[in-house]
């Protein structure tokens, strides 16, 4: 059973930057995909962003130039720089790990979840 717990949420500006971070237990690391996911009031939960063990990163169309995930596999962590954030950002970030070499961008086909953080953007 893996364990996440996402950190780092809160409330800034529009144009300002975050880092979230995500603390993964109870698992080998190395056996798994990383990615985050973000879930807005009312809308579905949606993929920002995953990365494999080996390093390979791929995006959602939305993230890509502004959001940059990495991962620490000695630390056990992974990342999310979010810059130039808008207020359609707003949402609760997830962190989310897959057995295996990708992320899917279907939330349902993923194995582990945190329990999410809050990220809201003001205009």
Same mark, same amino acid.
């Given at each position: 059973?893996?364990?996440?717990?996402?950190?780092?949420?809160?409330?800034?500006?529009?144009?300002?930057?975050?880092?979230?971070?995500?603390?993964?237990?109870?698992?080998?690391?190395?056996?798994?995909?990383?990615?985050?996911?973000?879930?807005?009031?009312?809308?579905?939960?949606?993929?920002?962003?995953?990365?494999?063990?080996?390093?390979?990163?791929?995006?959602?169309?939305?993230?890509?130039?502004?959001? $940059?995930?990495?991962?620490?596999?000695?630390?056990?962590?992974?990342?999310?720089?979010?810059?130039?954030?808008?207020?359609?950002?707003?949402?609760?970030?997830?962190?989310?790990?897959?057995?295996?070499?990708?992320?899917?961008?279907?939330?349902?086909?993923?194995?582990?979840?945190?329990?999410? $953080?809050?990220?809201?953007?003001?205009?």
């Amino acid at each position: 059973q893996v364990q996440l717990v996402e950190s780092g949420g809160g409330l800034v500006q529009t144009g300002d930057s975050l880092r979230l971070s995500c603390a993964a237990s109870g698992g080998t690391f190395s056996d798994y995909a990383m990615g985050w996911f973000r879930q807005a009031p009312g809308k579905e939960r949606e993929f920002v962003a995953g990365v494999n063990w080996s390093g390979p990163t791929y995006y959602a169309a939305f993230a890509k130039g502004r959001f $940059t995930i990495s991962r620490d596999n000695a630390k056990n962590m992974v990342y999310l720089q979010m810059n130039n954030l808008k207020p359609e950002d707003t949402a609760v970030y997830y962190c989310a790990a897959k057995r295996g070499a990708r992320i899917n961008p279907k939330p349902l086909a993923n194995d582990y979840w945190g329990q999410g $953080t809050q990220v809201t953007v003001s205009s």
